[in-house]
Protein backbone atom coordinates (compact mmCIF):
# COMPACT_ATOMS: atom_id res chain seq x y z
CA UNK A 1 0.00 0.00 0.00
CA UNK A 2 1.55 3.25 -0.87
CA UNK A 3 0.44 6.09 1.86
CA UNK A 4 2.06 9.94 1.60
CA UNK A 5 1.42 12.01 4.89
CA UNK A 6 2.15 15.57 4.49
CA UNK A 7 1.93 17.63 7.48
CA UNK A 8 2.56 20.76 9.45
CA UNK A 9 1.73 22.61 12.40
CA UNK A 10 -2.20 23.24 11.90
CA UNK A 11 -3.10 21.64 8.62
CA UNK A 12 -2.10 17.42 7.52
CA UNK A 13 -2.31 15.58 3.99
CA UNK A 14 -2.94 11.67 3.48
CA UNK A 15 -3.04 10.24 0.18
CA UNK A 16 -3.31 6.56 -0.14
CA UNK A 17 -1.89 6.26 -3.84
CA UNK A 18 -4.12 2.40 -4.12
CA UNK A 19 -7.33 3.84 -4.04
CA UNK A 20 -7.15 7.41 -4.80
CA UNK A 21 -8.53 8.66 -1.82
CA UNK A 22 -7.18 11.70 -0.31
CA UNK A 23 -7.78 13.59 3.14
CA UNK A 24 -6.89 17.31 4.10
CA UNK A 25 -7.16 18.79 7.85
CA UNK A 26 -6.83 21.55 8.70
CA UNK A 27 -7.77 24.11 11.83
CA UNK A 28 -10.18 27.15 10.67
CA UNK A 29 -8.45 29.56 13.05
CA UNK A 30 -11.07 31.88 12.05
CA UNK A 31 -14.57 30.25 12.45
CA UNK A 32 -12.92 28.27 14.85
CA UNK A 33 -13.59 24.26 13.49
CA UNK A 34 -11.76 21.70 12.12
CA UNK A 35 -12.29 20.62 8.72
CA UNK A 36 -11.68 17.58 6.86
CA UNK A 37 -11.84 17.19 2.94
CA UNK A 38 -12.23 13.70 1.69
CA UNK A 39 -11.09 13.85 -2.26
CA UNK A 40 -11.69 10.76 -4.53
CA UNK A 41 -9.80 9.80 -7.79
CA UNK A 42 -10.84 7.81 -10.37
CA UNK A 43 -12.63 4.81 -8.55
CA UNK A 44 -16.58 4.47 -7.33
CA UNK A 45 -16.83 3.02 -3.67
CA UNK A 46 -19.40 1.32 -2.00
CA UNK A 47 -19.21 2.62 1.30
CA UNK A 48 -16.05 4.77 3.10
CA UNK A 49 -15.50 5.28 6.64
CA UNK A 50 -13.54 8.22 8.17
CA UNK A 51 -12.44 8.47 12.01
CA UNK A 52 -10.91 11.70 14.22
CA UNK A 53 -9.85 12.04 17.17
CA UNK A 54 -10.99 14.80 19.90
CA UNK A 55 -9.84 15.77 23.53
CA UNK A 56 -12.28 13.88 25.67
CA UNK A 57 -11.46 17.12 28.00
CA UNK A 58 -13.23 19.58 25.95
CA UNK A 59 -16.87 21.61 28.22
CA UNK A 60 -18.74 21.26 25.25
CA UNK A 61 -20.31 18.65 22.85
CA UNK A 62 -18.93 17.74 19.12
CA UNK A 63 -21.53 18.97 17.12
CA UNK A 64 -21.32 19.33 13.15
CA UNK A 65 -21.57 21.91 10.70
CA UNK A 66 -24.76 21.14 8.30
CA UNK A 67 -24.27 22.31 4.36
CA UNK A 68 -27.12 20.86 2.93
CA UNK A 69 -27.76 17.46 1.62
CA UNK A 70 -28.01 14.43 2.86
CA UNK A 71 -25.99 13.94 5.88
CA UNK A 72 -23.84 10.36 6.38
CA UNK A 73 -23.95 8.64 9.70
CA UNK A 74 -22.19 10.14 12.25
CA UNK A 75 -21.05 9.52 15.61
CA UNK A 76 -18.79 10.43 18.38
CA UNK A 77 -18.06 9.25 21.60
CA UNK A 78 -14.92 8.03 23.48
CA UNK A 79 -12.88 10.90 21.74
CA UNK A 80 -13.26 9.47 18.51
CA UNK A 81 -15.97 10.52 15.64
CA UNK A 82 -16.83 8.25 13.09
CA UNK A 83 -18.54 9.23 9.43
CA UNK A 84 -19.82 6.57 6.97
CA UNK A 85 -20.07 8.06 3.82
CA UNK A 86 -21.89 5.83 1.55
CA UNK A 87 -21.75 5.66 -2.96
CA UNK A 88 -18.58 8.19 -2.92
CA UNK A 89 -18.21 8.80 -6.73
CA UNK A 90 -14.95 9.43 -8.78
CA UNK A 91 -14.18 13.07 -8.49
CA UNK A 92 -16.33 13.40 -5.34
CA UNK A 93 -15.20 16.08 -2.71
CA UNK A 94 -16.84 16.06 1.22
CA UNK A 95 -16.29 17.89 3.72
CA UNK A 96 -16.56 17.09 7.41
CA UNK A 97 -16.57 19.80 9.64
CA UNK A 98 -16.83 19.90 13.84
CA UNK A 99 -16.55 22.16 16.56
CA UNK A 100 -17.28 22.16 20.30
CA UNK A 101 -20.25 24.07 21.71
CA UNK A 102 -21.62 24.54 25.38
CA UNK A 103 -25.52 23.94 25.63
CA UNK A 104 -25.59 27.40 26.92
CA UNK A 105 -24.43 28.66 23.23
CA UNK A 106 -26.75 26.08 21.52
CA UNK A 107 -29.60 27.34 23.29
CA UNK A 108 -29.09 31.00 23.37
CA UNK A 109 -30.16 31.62 19.21
CA UNK A 110 -28.31 35.12 19.79
CA UNK A 111 -24.86 34.07 20.60
CA UNK A 112 -22.40 33.09 17.92
CA UNK A 113 -21.60 29.39 17.64
CA UNK A 114 -18.34 29.01 18.79
CA UNK A 115 -16.27 26.99 21.28
CA UNK A 116 -15.34 28.32 24.22
CA UNK A 117 -11.05 29.89 24.49
CA UNK A 118 -10.25 26.74 26.14
CA UNK A 119 -12.18 24.15 23.55
CA UNK A 120 -10.62 26.00 20.57
CA UNK A 121 -7.07 25.54 22.27
CA UNK A 122 -7.34 21.59 22.89
CA UNK A 123 -9.10 21.10 18.99
CA UNK A 124 -6.29 23.12 17.36
CA UNK A 125 -3.78 21.42 18.78
CA UNK A 126 -5.09 18.08 16.86
CA UNK A 127 -4.94 19.71 13.91
CA UNK A 128 -1.62 17.57 13.09
CA UNK A 129 -3.49 14.51 14.60
CA UNK A 130 -3.89 11.91 11.24
CA UNK A 131 -7.74 10.87 10.47
CA UNK A 132 -8.19 6.89 9.76
CA UNK A 133 -9.87 6.10 6.63
CA UNK A 134 -11.53 2.41 5.43
CA UNK A 135 -13.15 2.22 2.14
CA UNK A 136 -15.01 -0.67 0.57
CA UNK A 137 -14.77 -0.70 -3.63
CA UNK A 138 -18.01 -1.82 -5.29
CA UNK A 139 -18.19 -5.55 -6.11
CA UNK A 140 -16.12 -5.26 -9.67
CA UNK A 141 -12.59 -3.83 -7.60
CA UNK A 142 -10.53 -5.69 -4.87
CA UNK A 143 -12.01 -5.36 -1.30
CA UNK A 144 -11.13 -3.04 1.74
CA UNK A 145 -8.58 -0.72 2.02
CA UNK A 146 -7.57 0.61 5.16
CA UNK A 147 -5.04 3.35 6.59
CA UNK A 148 -5.07 3.56 9.97
CA UNK A 149 -3.17 5.67 12.24
CA UNK A 150 -1.21 4.17 15.23
CA UNK A 151 -2.93 6.25 18.31
CA UNK A 152 -4.56 6.11 21.76
CA UNK A 153 -8.46 6.79 21.82
CA UNK A 154 -10.22 8.79 24.91
CA UNK A 155 -13.00 7.89 27.17
CA UNK A 156 -16.80 8.29 26.15
CA UNK A 157 -18.44 11.99 25.58
CA UNK A 158 -20.83 13.08 24.26
CA UNK A 159 -22.19 14.14 20.36
CA UNK A 160 -24.66 16.44 18.83
CA UNK A 161 -24.86 14.87 14.87
CA UNK A 162 -25.62 16.54 11.53
CA UNK A 163 -24.55 16.77 8.31
CA UNK A 164 -21.77 17.26 5.33
CA UNK A 165 -22.08 18.93 1.55
CA UNK A 166 -24.40 16.29 -0.40
CA UNK A 167 -22.57 14.47 -3.40
CA UNK A 168 -21.42 16.03 -6.24
CA UNK A 169 -23.31 16.14 -9.63
CA UNK A 170 -20.79 15.77 -12.12
CA UNK A 171 -21.38 18.07 -15.34
CA UNK A 172 -18.03 18.83 -17.19
CA UNK A 173 -17.74 17.35 -20.72
CA UNK A 174 -14.73 15.42 -21.54
CA UNK A 175 -12.10 16.18 -23.92
CA UNK A 176 -9.36 18.83 -23.57
CA UNK A 177 -8.97 20.49 -19.99
CA UNK A 178 -7.43 24.22 -19.66
CA UNK A 179 -4.75 25.29 -17.30
CA UNK A 180 -6.93 26.65 -14.10
CA UNK A 181 -5.08 29.33 -12.39
CA UNK A 182 -6.46 30.66 -8.92
CA UNK A 183 -5.53 34.19 -8.35
CA UNK A 184 -5.32 34.60 -4.40
CA UNK A 185 -4.51 36.76 -1.33
CA UNK A 186 -4.82 36.47 2.32
CA UNK A 187 -6.63 39.53 2.55
CA UNK A 188 -9.49 41.48 0.84
CA UNK A 189 -8.13 44.61 -1.20
CA UNK A 190 -4.64 43.18 -2.12
CA UNK A 191 -6.14 44.06 -5.98
CA UNK A 192 -6.64 40.63 -6.54
CA UNK A 193 -9.98 40.96 -8.93
CA UNK A 194 -8.17 43.83 -11.08
CA UNK A 195 -5.15 41.59 -11.29
CA UNK A 196 -7.50 38.30 -12.43
CA UNK A 197 -9.25 40.70 -15.35
CA UNK A 198 -6.16 41.82 -16.62
CA UNK A 199 -4.75 38.90 -16.36
CA UNK A 200 -7.43 37.05 -17.98
CA UNK A 201 -7.72 40.59 -20.66
CA UNK A 202 -3.86 40.14 -21.53
CA UNK A 203 -4.37 36.43 -22.22
CA UNK A 204 -7.50 36.82 -24.68
CA UNK A 205 -5.68 39.25 -26.48
CA UNK A 206 -2.84 37.16 -27.22
CA UNK A 207 -5.26 34.42 -28.39
CA UNK A 208 -5.86 31.36 -25.80
CA UNK A 209 -9.13 31.19 -25.11
CA UNK A 210 -9.84 32.58 -21.50
CA UNK A 211 -12.57 32.38 -18.99
CA UNK A 212 -12.62 34.85 -15.68
CA UNK A 213 -14.71 33.44 -12.88
CA UNK A 214 -15.75 35.36 -9.74
CA UNK A 215 -15.32 32.39 -7.18
CA UNK A 216 -16.00 35.15 -4.48
CA UNK A 217 -19.47 33.91 -4.31
CA UNK A 218 -20.25 36.10 -1.04
CA UNK A 219 -18.45 39.28 -2.13
CA UNK A 220 -18.49 39.56 -5.52
CA UNK A 221 -17.25 42.63 -7.66
CA UNK A 222 -16.21 41.32 -10.78
CA UNK A 223 -19.07 42.19 -12.98
CA UNK A 224 -18.80 45.77 -11.83
CA UNK A 225 -15.44 46.46 -12.45
CA UNK A 226 -15.53 45.51 -15.49
CA UNK A 227 -18.99 47.64 -16.34
CA UNK A 228 -21.81 44.95 -16.42
CA UNK A 229 -24.98 46.11 -14.48
CA UNK A 230 -25.84 43.42 -12.23
CA UNK A 231 -29.44 44.06 -12.84
CA UNK A 232 -28.74 43.06 -16.56
CA UNK A 233 -27.46 39.37 -16.05
CA UNK A 234 -29.72 36.27 -16.62
CA UNK A 235 -27.69 34.20 -14.50
CA UNK A 236 -24.88 34.21 -12.32
CA UNK A 237 -22.32 31.64 -10.75
CA UNK A 238 -24.81 31.73 -7.94
CA UNK A 239 -27.74 30.29 -10.12
CA UNK A 240 -25.19 27.38 -11.52
CA UNK A 241 -24.58 26.36 -8.26
CA UNK A 242 -27.93 26.18 -7.30
CA UNK A 243 -28.88 24.43 -10.22
CA UNK A 244 -31.41 26.88 -11.49
CA UNK A 245 -28.75 27.62 -14.93
CA UNK A 246 -26.99 25.99 -17.32
CA UNK A 247 -23.32 27.34 -16.93
CA UNK A 248 -23.43 28.50 -20.23
CA UNK A 249 -26.07 30.64 -19.31
CA UNK A 250 -24.24 32.51 -17.08
CA UNK A 251 -21.16 33.08 -19.14
CA UNK A 252 -20.52 36.58 -20.90
CA UNK A 253 -18.21 37.81 -23.38
CA UNK A 254 -16.40 40.34 -22.82
CA UNK A 255 -13.66 42.84 -24.76
CA UNK A 256 -13.06 40.48 -27.22
CA UNK A 257 -13.91 37.16 -29.11
CA UNK A 258 -11.77 35.13 -26.98
CA UNK A 259 -12.50 36.20 -23.50
CA UNK A 260 -15.42 35.06 -21.03
CA UNK A 261 -16.50 36.31 -17.92
CA UNK A 262 -18.76 34.24 -15.37
CA UNK A 263 -19.64 36.81 -12.46
CA UNK A 264 -21.15 35.94 -9.02
CA UNK A 265 -24.27 37.37 -8.42
CA UNK A 266 -25.15 39.82 -5.59
CA UNK A 267 -28.33 39.05 -4.06
CA UNK A 268 -28.18 37.10 -0.54
CA UNK A 269 -30.62 34.63 -1.49
CA UNK A 270 -28.67 33.40 -4.55
CA UNK A 271 -25.71 32.82 -1.92
CA UNK A 272 -27.38 30.73 0.53
CA UNK A 273 -29.45 28.83 -2.06
CA UNK A 274 -25.81 27.76 -3.80
CA UNK A 275 -23.93 24.59 -3.28
CA UNK A 276 -20.62 25.47 -3.24
CA UNK A 277 -19.29 21.47 -3.65
CA UNK A 278 -20.27 22.50 -7.37
CA UNK A 279 -17.90 24.72 -8.18
CA UNK A 280 -15.06 22.06 -9.02
CA UNK A 281 -17.65 20.78 -11.74
CA UNK A 282 -18.44 24.15 -13.00
CA UNK A 283 -14.78 24.69 -13.68
CA UNK A 284 -14.09 21.34 -15.48
CA UNK A 285 -17.24 22.19 -17.45
CA UNK A 286 -15.46 25.97 -19.00
CA UNK A 287 -12.04 24.27 -19.05
CA UNK A 288 -13.05 21.61 -21.78
CA UNK A 289 -13.45 24.56 -24.07
CA UNK A 290 -10.96 27.18 -22.82
CA UNK A 291 -7.56 27.51 -22.81
CA UNK A 292 -7.39 28.96 -19.84
CA UNK A 293 -9.33 29.51 -16.35
CA UNK A 294 -8.64 32.62 -14.31
CA UNK A 295 -10.33 32.47 -10.64
CA UNK A 296 -10.89 35.39 -8.98
CA UNK A 297 -11.12 33.05 -5.33
CA UNK A 298 -12.08 34.85 -1.68
CA UNK A 299 -9.54 36.90 0.38
CA UNK A 300 -8.50 34.48 3.49
CA UNK A 301 -7.92 30.88 4.70
CA UNK A 302 -11.53 28.97 4.29
CA UNK A 303 -13.48 26.58 2.62
CA UNK A 304 -14.47 28.61 -0.46
CA UNK A 305 -10.33 29.19 -1.21
CA UNK A 306 -9.72 25.27 -0.36
CA UNK A 307 -12.88 24.20 -2.74
CA UNK A 308 -10.99 26.87 -5.68
CA UNK A 309 -7.85 25.34 -5.14
CA UNK A 310 -8.89 21.76 -5.10
CA UNK A 311 -9.47 22.73 -8.83
CA UNK A 312 -6.61 24.61 -9.85
CA UNK A 313 -3.57 23.46 -11.37
CA UNK A 314 -1.53 26.80 -10.51
CA UNK A 315 -1.74 29.56 -7.96
CA UNK A 316 -0.61 33.33 -7.87
CA UNK A 317 -0.50 35.15 -4.70
CA UNK A 318 -1.61 38.79 -5.44
CA UNK A 319 -0.08 41.00 -2.16
CA UNK A 320 0.59 44.23 -0.61
CA UNK A 321 4.27 44.74 0.67
CA UNK A 322 3.01 45.04 4.49
CA UNK A 323 3.35 43.16 7.25
CA UNK A 324 -0.52 42.20 7.50
CA UNK A 325 -0.51 40.98 3.95
CA UNK A 326 2.17 38.61 3.98
CA UNK A 327 1.24 37.04 7.03
CA UNK A 328 -1.90 36.25 5.81
CA UNK A 329 -0.56 35.56 2.05
CA UNK A 330 1.70 32.84 3.30
CA UNK A 331 -0.67 30.96 4.98
CA UNK A 332 -2.93 30.49 1.48
CA UNK A 333 0.49 29.43 0.17
CA UNK A 334 0.80 26.49 2.39
CA UNK A 335 -2.88 25.84 2.17
CA UNK A 336 -1.85 25.58 -2.13
CA UNK A 337 1.10 22.86 -1.20
CA UNK A 338 -0.49 20.82 1.15
CA UNK A 339 -3.20 20.26 -1.28
CA UNK A 340 -0.59 19.88 -4.43
CA UNK A 341 -1.14 23.42 -6.09
CA UNK A 342 1.95 24.44 -7.89
CA UNK A 343 2.36 28.24 -6.41
CA UNK A 344 3.39 30.18 -9.75
CA UNK A 345 4.56 33.31 -7.81
CA UNK A 346 3.71 36.62 -5.67
CA UNK A 347 2.14 39.40 -7.53
CA UNK A 348 3.47 42.46 -5.19
CA UNK A 349 0.49 45.26 -5.95
CA UNK A 350 0.82 49.32 -4.60
CA UNK A 351 4.77 48.42 -4.40
CA UNK A 352 6.15 51.92 -3.13
CA UNK A 353 9.06 51.85 -5.44
CA UNK A 354 11.33 54.57 -3.43
CA UNK A 355 10.21 53.59 0.22
CA UNK A 356 8.66 49.88 0.30
CA UNK A 357 8.40 48.68 3.31
CA UNK A 358 9.47 45.25 2.14
CA UNK A 359 11.89 44.53 -0.88
CA UNK A 360 11.72 42.39 -3.43
CA UNK A 361 14.27 39.69 -2.03
CA UNK A 362 12.60 39.96 1.32
CA UNK A 363 9.47 38.93 0.16
CA UNK A 364 11.13 36.02 -1.84
CA UNK A 365 13.21 34.78 0.89
CA UNK A 366 10.18 35.34 3.56
CA UNK A 367 7.57 33.24 1.05
CA UNK A 368 10.50 31.04 -0.94
CA UNK A 369 8.61 32.02 -3.82
CA UNK A 370 9.75 34.43 -6.61
CA UNK A 371 7.98 37.61 -7.43
CA UNK A 372 6.51 37.81 -11.19
CA UNK A 373 5.18 41.20 -11.09
CA UNK A 374 5.90 44.31 -9.48
CA UNK A 375 2.88 47.02 -9.61
CA UNK A 376 3.16 50.32 -8.54
CA UNK A 377 0.65 52.68 -7.01
CA UNK A 378 -1.30 53.99 -10.57
CA UNK A 379 -5.19 55.55 -10.16
CA UNK A 380 -5.20 54.74 -14.01
CA UNK A 381 -5.37 51.05 -13.20
CA UNK A 382 -9.33 51.81 -12.05
CA UNK A 383 -11.01 53.85 -14.66
CA UNK A 384 -14.35 55.53 -14.73
CA UNK A 385 -15.16 54.06 -18.60
CA UNK A 386 -14.01 50.66 -16.80
CA UNK A 387 -11.66 49.27 -19.73
CA UNK A 388 -8.61 47.08 -18.32
CA UNK A 389 -5.57 49.15 -18.24
CA UNK A 390 -3.73 46.32 -20.69
CA UNK A 391 -6.63 47.62 -22.97
CA UNK A 392 -6.36 51.46 -22.24
CA UNK A 393 -2.81 51.51 -21.95
CA UNK A 394 -1.08 48.73 -23.49
CA UNK A 395 2.73 51.02 -23.68
CA UNK A 396 2.24 51.95 -19.60
CA UNK A 397 4.67 50.29 -17.14
CA UNK A 398 1.88 48.52 -15.32
CA UNK A 399 0.28 46.81 -18.32
CA UNK A 400 3.30 45.82 -19.79
CA UNK A 401 3.78 43.75 -16.15
CA UNK A 402 0.69 42.13 -16.68
CA UNK A 403 2.00 41.03 -20.03
CA UNK A 404 5.04 39.56 -18.66
CA UNK A 405 2.97 37.44 -16.53
CA UNK A 406 0.55 36.24 -19.62
CA UNK A 407 3.71 35.66 -21.68
CA UNK A 408 5.13 33.60 -19.38
CA UNK A 409 1.91 31.28 -18.91
CA UNK A 410 0.87 31.54 -22.87
CA UNK A 411 4.30 30.34 -23.84
CA UNK A 412 4.03 33.73 -25.88
CA UNK A 413 7.37 35.75 -25.45
CA UNK A 414 7.22 37.62 -28.92
CA UNK A 415 3.48 38.69 -28.12
CA UNK A 416 3.45 42.78 -28.76
CA UNK A 417 0.16 44.62 -27.73
CA UNK A 418 -1.18 46.85 -30.22
CA UNK A 419 -0.07 50.20 -29.76
CA UNK A 420 2.85 49.28 -28.51
CA UNK A 421 6.54 51.45 -29.33
CA UNK A 422 9.42 50.43 -31.28
CA UNK A 423 12.38 49.32 -29.92
CA UNK A 424 14.16 52.34 -31.03
CA UNK A 425 11.02 54.92 -29.18
CA UNK A 426 12.01 52.56 -26.08
CA UNK A 427 15.49 53.06 -26.01
CA UNK A 428 15.05 56.48 -26.84
CA UNK A 429 12.45 56.84 -23.67
CA UNK A 430 14.79 55.39 -21.10
CA UNK A 431 17.79 57.13 -22.60
CA UNK A 432 15.96 60.49 -22.25
CA UNK A 433 14.62 59.56 -18.77
CA UNK A 434 17.90 58.46 -17.26
Not at 31 to 60: A, C, H, Q, W
Not at 396 to 416: P, T
Request: proline share 6%.
Amino acid sequence: MKISIVSMEDMIKITNADTGLEIIKHWDDVNERMIIFLKNGENSFKDVTVEDLYPVSLSGMICFARSGGVAPMATASGGKITWRIPNVNPGDVKELIYTSLTRETLNNHYMKKRPSQGDAGLLAGMASVKPSLRSEQHADVDGPVEIRPEVEQGSPDNCKSLSVLPQSSPIANPGKRGTVISVGAGKGGTGKTTFSINLGVALSEMGSRTVIMDADASMSNLATYIGIDPQNMKATLHEVLSGEAEPDKAAYKVFNDNLLIVPSGLSIEGFLKMDRDLLNDVIEYFSSDADFIVIDTPAGYNKEVALSLLASDHLILVLNPDEGSMTDGIKVQEMARILGVNVIGIVLNRFDMKNPQFTRSQVEEYFGTPVIAMLPEDPGTRRKDKVPVVLASPNSRIASEFYSVARSLAGRNDFVPAGSPSFVTKLMDALFRS
